[in-house]
Structures are given as C-alpha cells and as structure tokens.
C-alpha cells in the first residue's frame, strides 16, 4: 500500500495516529470541563456563607438595575403612546362629491411619510365633539346646519416628519387647510426625547453602579479563599485549574442572584401595575407580559455577564500578585 501511493507521488498519512490524538484531544476537554463544573459546583455549595452573602449583593445590583430597565421600558411606552397621537388633520373644500374625496383621499395616502388615513364626515365630527363637550340645546340647532368640514386624520409614520408631510398634504387637491398644532407637537417631540434620554442615562448609571457593585462582591470573594487558592498553586495546580472554577463559580452567583432578582422584579411590578391600571386608567402602563421576557434576559444576561467579569478581574489579580 505504501509502495503504490509512493509510485504514484502521493505521500502515506496513516489515519490512525491522527484519529487516536484527536480522541485523546476530546477525552482531555471533556475532562477539563466536568473537573470546572464539578469545582465550581461544589465551590459554590463548599462555600455557603460568602456564596450566599455574593448572591444577596448582586441581587440587590441588578434589582436596581432591573428597576431601571422596567422604568426605561415604561418611559419609552409613554413617549409612543404620546408620539402616536401626533397627526395631520385635513379640512377638506365644502361640496366634494364621494368621489373626489376617494381621489384625495387616496392622493394623501399614497404620500411618504403617512401611515394610514380616516375620513370623518361632517356628521361624525360633530358628534365626537357632541360626546366631548356634553349634551347641549346649542347642539341640537346644528343638526340641520352643520359648521363643521369633512376631514382626513393623517397619521405619521415618523412624528419628527411631521412639517414635510402637513405641507405636501397641504398641495393635494380638495385639501382647503391643514392643521397639526405646531406648538403642542413640537413640545411633545421634545418632552418624549428627554424622557429617552432621561431612561437611558438612568439604566445606564444602574447597570455600572450593580456592576462596581457585583466586581467588588467577587473579589472580597476570592480574596476570603486565597488560603485556599494559595495551597492549590503550591501543590503545583496550574493556572487554568485555578481560575476557571472560580470563574464559572462567579457566572453561577450572577445567574442565581439573577432569578431571584427577576422574580421578585416581575411579581412586584404585575402587583404595581395592576393597582395602577386601576386608580389610572388613562396612565399608559407597559404591561407584565410585555416586559417579562426582557427584564429576565436583561438581568440574566447582567447577572452571569457581571459575575464573569469580576471573577476574571480578581483572580487575575490574585495570581499575578
């Protein structure tokens, strides 16, 4: 066999050895990584009391933190319930039959920028401003003569294109004026951009507080255990299998601190938000539903996140000192 792959100019590369070190290669990883998870596991058992006082510290962490992504959530709402209200009403000429106004109305939506587009009649118009101002004798003159104009309620895709849209709204035929409350608007757009802002830069000062926070827990953690660290490394342990216990042990910390802290944020805020939703009803809140898959993954994601980092900070301090 060797003979006719040398005749034929192809070199001999036996399988065999290849196949048995790359077993031997897999044999060792798959020790490796049952000897981290079985340390790490009985670490965090071994060590009840700082385990227990690392997970009471991060939970608190990221209960902060999950405060504000709750809070970053419920901000971010408002400002889209509050944007949504944002549109273009067009008064529409007096003596437009049905079709001219299908053309118009199809003409406005067809431009950039509109989200949809409703008629409302004279008649319908007078009776939502009959529902909002309370029944009155006045009303019932204007039954046979009605003031009010048709109307196309415009709805923006992009509240800050409001002005560009109003204008070509404008220039569309059976159009006779056009109106979307500058004022109010503008300072509506400027209210919900400071209440993102506002949200984020609050999220953003609880995440590094629960992260200073949670590195200094970890570290006052494997500093408690330097006796311990210190036999291992004497004994001739190396570095890996030193450190990577300690920083699975620190990931498990950050992942149970997070479910205790995601339960308690979600049960806490299904109670607050149904008594709010109760006493105000108008208030627009995010409900349970909605925020439960990204508070869990937001604080799970901070909680392991956090406590790998830390551990990798404080053991490599602790081996290189």
């Known amino acids: 066999m060797v003979r006719h792959q040398r005749r034929h100019g192809r070199p001999a590369h036996p399988a065999g050895p290849r196949r048995a070190a790359v077993g031997r290669r897999v044999r060792l990883l798959a020790w490796q990584a049952r000897y981290v998870a079985a340390e790490a596991a009985a670490g965090f058992r071994r060590n009840g009391l700082m385990t227990a006082a690392a997970v009471t510290t991060i939970g608190v962490a990221l209960l902060a933190a999950g405060a504000g992504v709750l809070a970053a959530a419920n901000l971010s709402h408002l400002a889209e319930v509050l944007e949504?209200?944002?549109?273009?009403?067009?008064?529409?000429?007096?003596?437009?039959?049905?079709?001219?106004?299908?053309?118009?109305?199809?003409?406005?939506?067809?431009?950039?920028?509109?989200?949809?587009?409703?008629?409302?009649?004279?008649?319908?118009?007078?009776?939502?401003?009959?529902?909002?101002?309370?029944?009155?004798?006045?009303?019932?003159?204007?039954?046979?003569?009605?003031?009010?104009?048709?109307?196309?309620?415009?709805?923006?895709?992009?509240?800050?294109?409001?002005?560009?849209?109003?204008?070509?709204?404008?220039?569309?035929?059976?159009?006779?004026?056009?109106?979307?409350?500058?004022?109010?608007?503008?300072?509506?757009?400027?209210?919900?951009?400071?209440?993102?802002?506002?949200?984020?830069?609050?999220?953003?000062?609880?995440?590094?507080?629960?992260?200073?926070?949670?590195?200094?827990?970890?570290?006052?953690?494997?500093?408690?255990?330097?006796?311990?660290?210190?036999?291992?490394?004497?004994?001739?342990?190396?570095?890996?299998?030193?450190?990577?216990?300690?920083?699975?042990?620190?990931?498990?910390?950050?992942?149970?601190?997070?479910?205790?802290?995601?339960?308690?944020?979600?049960?806490?805020?299904?109670?607050?938000?149904s008594r709010l939703a109760a006493a105000l009803p108008f208030l627009p809140v995010v409900p349970p539903s909605r925020v439960a898959a990204l508070v869990a993954g937001a604080v799970a994601g901070a909680g392991v996140g956090v406590g790998a980092v830390g551990s990798v900070i404080a053991v490599r301090r602790f081996v290189s000192s």
Request: hydrophobic share 55%; net charge positive.
């Open 84 to 273: 949504a209200q944002v549109q273009v009403v067009a008064y529409l000429q007096d003596g437009l039959d049905g079709d001219r106004i299908a053309r118009a109305r199809e003409a406005v939506a067809a431009l950039s920028g509109v989200a949809r587009v409703r008629f409302v009649s004279r008649d319908e118009a007078l009776r939502a401003l009959r529902q909002r101002l309370g029944d009155s004798p006045a009303f019932d003159d204007l039954r046979e003569h009605n003031p009010l104009p048709d109307s196309l309620e415009v709805a923006v895709t992009d509240p800050r294109q409001i002005r560009r849209v109003a204008a070509a709204v404008a220039a569309v035929p059976g159009v006779a004026e056009v109106t979307y409350g500058a004022r109010v608007t503008d300072r509506l757009l400027a209210l919900t951009a400071a209440v993102r802002i506002g949200a984020a830069a609050a999220t953003a000062c609880l995440a590094a507080v629960a992260a200073v926070v949670v590195a200094n827990t970890i570290r006052m953690t494997v500093l408690a255990r330097r006796q311990e660290l210190d036999i291992m490394l004497l004994v001739g342990a190396s570095r890996w299998a030193v450190q990577w216990p300690l920083l699975l042990e620190g990931m498990l910390q950050g992942a149970a601190a997070a479910a205790a802290a995601a339960l308690v944020l979600l049960g806490v805020y299904a109670v607050v938000a």
